[in-house]
Each structure stands twice: as C-alpha cells, then as structure tokens.
C-alpha cells in the first residue's frame, strides 16, 4: 500500500526530474539554432534530440502507465522544436504524469503489474517500478546534454542535483530552518 512518505517521494523525484530539464532548456535559449541541433557522438545526437527524447519519454510513458492508446512520438515529428516550444510540452508532460502517478497512488496500484512491448518482446513490471523509470530516465541524458554543452564551451553550467534543486525552491529567508547536526558542520 502506497503511504503518504511514498507519495512524497515520488514527487519529489518528479518534480526533480522536470525542473533539471527546464533549467537546461532555459540555458539552450542563448544558443544559436545551429548549436542546438549541432550532432555530437553521443544519446541521441544534438541538445535537440537528447531533450525532445527526454520529455517525449515523459508523454509516452503517462500513456504506458495510464494504459491509455500511446501518443504519436514528438521525437518523430518532422520539424525543430526551439527551447522554448519544448519547455512548454515539457510543463504539459509534467502535468500529464503528474495526474497519472497521483492517481496510480490514490487506487493503490504502484504494485500492480503492467505490460510493456517493444520490438517484439514483451517485459511486464510494475507500475511503481515504470514511474521509476520515468523519472531517472533523464538523468544520464542530461549528463550528455551538459557535456555536449560543454564541447560548445558553455560556461558556468549548472548543478541539477535534487539538493540544489530544493536549495532554489528554498524557503524565504527568515523562515525557520532545521539545525545542523554538530557531526555535520564544517563539511
């Protein structure tokens, strides 16, 4: 049965998950259109691709989880999406399955097993387990796009680990803080 520590968790990670690919994308917003597309060895090729891959997962997946018919990927949409189009299908991914894990929570169903075909093989797994995966599945994809950010000599880069992702959304100041463990300080 799903608590509400579990609830919080999954959250947490997606939540996590949209704001690292907002933030890239808001960097990708100083590049010319060449550098976005530009293809590197590595994921699926460009800062494009890579990101687009990342939020199309995102919307394919809500399907998958939701046992819905599955969306037409963006990925194959014979056009170039700019940063900022893609941050906008990114908040209607996030949204999307934000609605479909509140509700596989609420029905109890993060066990519940659920069937995945892809070529011609069938992997069944659960939907605790799916939701998982969506929401680390742009963790090493972010990783090329940072790194082909640096080939393009980007600067300053970000940090988009889950505590600096907390750290912006921090409280105002002045609100009360938890205390630092004695063992802590210093480190």
Known sequence: ??????AAVIDRLLRHNAYATRVLLERCRDLTAAQF???FDIGPGSLHDTLLHVVGAML???????????RDSVEAADRTWTPDEIIVLLAEAADDLDRVVRRVIEQDQLDEP???????????????TAIVHVATHGVHHRAQALNMLRRLGVEDLPDLDAIEWELADAPPPGAPSPAVPETDRGR
């Open 114 to 128: 659920m069937a995945f075909a892809l070529r011609d093989e069938r992997f069944v797994f659960t939907r605790g």
């Open 1 to 6: 049965m799903a608590t509400a520590a579990n």
């Open 60 to 70: 394919r997946w809500s399907d998958r989880i939701d046992q819905r018919p599955l």
């Open 37 to 39: 597309i530009r293809a």
